[in-house]
């Protein structure tokens, strides 16, 4: 039977990616240059592949290093879990925790399947609000920590990351191709919102505002029965919608930042715990790619999300 991999030869490898340096790396893990340079050495030669290649004076991963990657990354998080799962001082006590309901429908349901299993003794309250709300509720300490669309004027957050704005209509309707463009959008502070009125006036594109709300299910309804064009991330996108890009006449938009926010509070151990659950989930979440007519093949994602399961559970069981 093969030896199974060295967790701390995973760990010496993740932060050299992500730091981009052995010389870093070296730093972050306390070791010397030459013991991580070792720690590779001895890993290649257990994995039988080149991880590392040349480019310049810096080293970069190979195709098998990023690949390698991927699994690296899950084996140091069920670690993490499995010690946690069987810590009798693990961390407990109550959190507050705030999200637009967007990305509370995509991204919620991975963070705190994650954040359960290894803090079983922390509770978890939720509240789905617009970022300037949750924003206002971190100042006032009425939030310990809020997953927000980052905005540079509204404060600093972490970002986690980062996923197109795009516009979306209807797949079975044309009202994109109105003289005067119906929109459903935010309210009046929505970053999305301004950035698609400044679009369609560098455009010279007659619109109207028909109908605004800050519930995402609202402005999904109003794309999905053909009623309205609006601007959605990513992880906002859902069966039945069309993306429209250049050939339909409509610009690019800038890029959404998704962040973390940390709140002023007596448990920072338990924020600290739950932002990496955050980053980690949204680093392992992804969104197939636009097939020619700008519609999302749903059923190749759920598809993938079934196979990323049993290969979670395949881990689990080895």
């Not at 919620?108 to 789905?128: D, G, K």
């Not at 002023?264 to 007519?293: C, F, G, K, Y």
Request: overall charge negative; charged content about 25%.
């Amino acid at each position: 039977m093969a030896s199974p991999l060295d967790l701390d030869q995973l760990h010496t490898f993740i932060t050299i990616a992500d730091t981009g340096s052995f010389t870093r790396a070296a730093d972050e893990v306390h070791r010397t240059q030459s013991a991580v340079s070792m720690q590779m050495r001895r890993l290649e030669e257990r994995l039988g592949k080149a991880l590392f290649e040349k480019e310049g004076r810096t080293n970069r991963l190979t195709e098998e290093g990023e690949r390698l990657l991927t699994y690296a990354r899950r084996l140091l998080r069920l670690n993490r879990e499995t010690l946690a799962a069987f810590d009798d001082a693990s961390l407990e006590g109550h959190i507050r925790i705030g999200t637009p309901d967007d990305y509370a429908d995509r991204f919620l349901p991975e963070i705190m399947a994650r954040f359960a299993r290894s803090n079983p003794r922390v509770e978890l309250s939720v509240i789905c609000e617009p970022t300037v709300n949750l924003m206002d509720h971190i100042k006032r300490g009425h939030l310990d920590i809020a997953l927000v669309t980052h905005d540079s004027d509204k404060g600093a957050s972490e970002v986690v990351r980062r996923e197109p704005l795009l516009w979306v209509t209807s797949a079975n309707h044309s009202i994109h191709a109105e003289d005067t463009l119906p929109l459903a959008v935010g309210r009046t502070t929505c970053m999305w919102r301004r950035a698609a009125c400044d679009m369609l006036d560098q455009m010279g594109r007659d619109y109207r505002i028909l109908f605004t709300s800050w519930s995402a299910t609202v402005i999904i309804a109003a794309v999905l029965s053909g009623q309205a064009v609006s601007v959605l991330p990513e992880c906002a996108l859902r069966p039945g919608m069309r993306i429209l890009g250049d050939s339909d006449g409509f610009g690019a938009l800038p890029d959404v930042r998704i962040g973390i926010v940390r709140g002023h509070t007596n448990q920072p151990e338990l924020v600290d715990a739950l932002a990496r659950h955050i980053a980690d989930s949204l680093d392992n979440i992804s969104v197939p790619a636009p097939e020619e007519n700008g519609q999302f093949d749903f059923e190749s994602l759920a598809f993938t999300r079934v196979k990323r399961q049993k290969q979670r559970s395949a881990m689990a069981g080895w």
